[in-house]
């Protein structure tokens, strides 16, 4: 049998692990701190633990360690970009911005995307694998080591479908969240989906304060489903059904992304059919005036339609923000630096 990533275990399944070492069950206690709270990447620095206790921990397991392969940093508003690499040499990517409520990562929840919406760089080479806890949750320890800031708030809208690798990224949530961990409150976590359906239900029922973000980017099932292989499985009456139980269940108001693309989804009868969509509900729309990427002949809207649109939705009550575009200098939306990693051209 291989060595156990001891990071990947929630405080009660390491519990379980230290006792099956037959050590003292308080003892884990003292180990999650040491991996999730201080951020230690090796047990020789658990200091408080007993010499024979980290020789059998690092005989039978390993924490799991990411390296950083590359760092951009915007020289507009200061966004650092990272390049990741996992134990098995996959890469992923992290965004740490800054707020003036402080530090935001965005983080991947699996290598590529099976989901293939048209505009978005992250699926353009297909899926890989799910990430787990630790390679999430490891993804803020990494990037707090190498920048020495303090992390406040996680966005699950990196590369990958955090509903599509629902069992880790639930058990990712808990570890950030975890009072002997990073402590980040689940208010402070927001996790964005294309719409995968059974799921939007599961997580209403987790008792999870997180923030929920839906990639919705279209008014009709027609339009949606010629940007989003995900609207032929699940149309946008079952999508909006989900979200009306989410809200219903857990009193959270739900975010609806909207990309703008030129000549396709921005135009004033859109902006209507969207607040016939959503009128009544609990929502706030997040704007994002498309990135262009390779491979995609989609164009960002310009400039007049994107204040157009916003005006409309908010002259008819419903909240609506333009995403900051930050990082624009530098490859900030999602997949495009792991794709010149594959590339070959990092
Ligand atoms: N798979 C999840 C989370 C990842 S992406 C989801 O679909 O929600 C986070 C957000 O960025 C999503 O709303 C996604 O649709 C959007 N996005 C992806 N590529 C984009 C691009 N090129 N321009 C603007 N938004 C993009």
Not at 154 to 181: C, F, R, T
Request: with cysteine; net charge positive.
């Amino acid at each position: 049998m291989g060595r156990v990533n001891i990071s990947n275990l929630t405080l009660e399944e390491l519990e379980k692990y230290i006792e099956d070492l037959s050590e003292k069950k308080f003892h884990a206690k003292q180990i999650f701190k040491w991996i999730h709270k201080i951020g230690v990447v090796s047990f020789q620095d658990m200091t408080d633990i007993s010499k024979s206790l980290r020789e059998k921990l690092e005989e039978n397991s390993y924490i799991n360690n990411l390296e950083i392969i590359e760092c951009q940093t915007s020289k507009k508003d200061g966004t650092m970009k990272f390049l990741i690499k996992l134990q098995d040499g996959n890469a992923i990517e992290s965004v740490l911005m800054e707020y003036h409520h402080g530090y935001t990562i965005c983080v991947s929840s699996q290598v590529g995307c099976k989901m293939g919406c048209k505009f978005c760089a992250s699926t353009k080479e297909g899926y890989v694998r799910n990430l787990d806890a630790s390679e999430i949750e490891g993804q803020l320890q990494t990037v707090q080591r190498y920048t020495g800031k303090k992390i406040s708030n996680v966005v699950y809208m990196g590369i990958g479908e955090p509903l599509d690798n629902y069992d880790n990224v639930i058990k990712s949530i808990k570890i950030i969240n975890h009072a002997q961990g990073l402590n980040i409150g689940a208010r402070h976590i927001s996790l964005s989906t294309c719409g995968v359906v059974p799921n939007i239900y599961r997580l209403a029922k987790e008792n999870i304060q997180a923030t929920l973000s839906i990639s919705l980017h279209a008014t009709s099932n027609e339009k949606r489903r010629k940007i989003m292989p995900i609207a032929n499985r699940y149309s946008i009456e079952e999508l909006l059904q989900a979200c009306n139980e989410y809200i219903k269940i857990t009193g959270r108001r739900i975010s609806f992304e909207y990309a703008l693309i030129l000549g396709e989804n921005d135009s004033y009868e859109d902006a209507m059919a969207l607040v016939k969509l959503l009128r009544g509900m609990i929502a706030h729309v997040n704007l994002i005036p498309v990135n262009e990427i390779k491979d995609s002949n989609y164009k960002k809207s310009k400039e007049e339609s994107v204040e157009r649109f916003m005006n409309t939705l908010n002259s008819c009550g419903i909240v609506t923000t333009v995403r900051r575009e930050l990082g624009s200098d530098i490859d900030a939306a999602c997949g495009q630096l792991r794709k010149k990693y594959l590339e070959n051209k990092i």
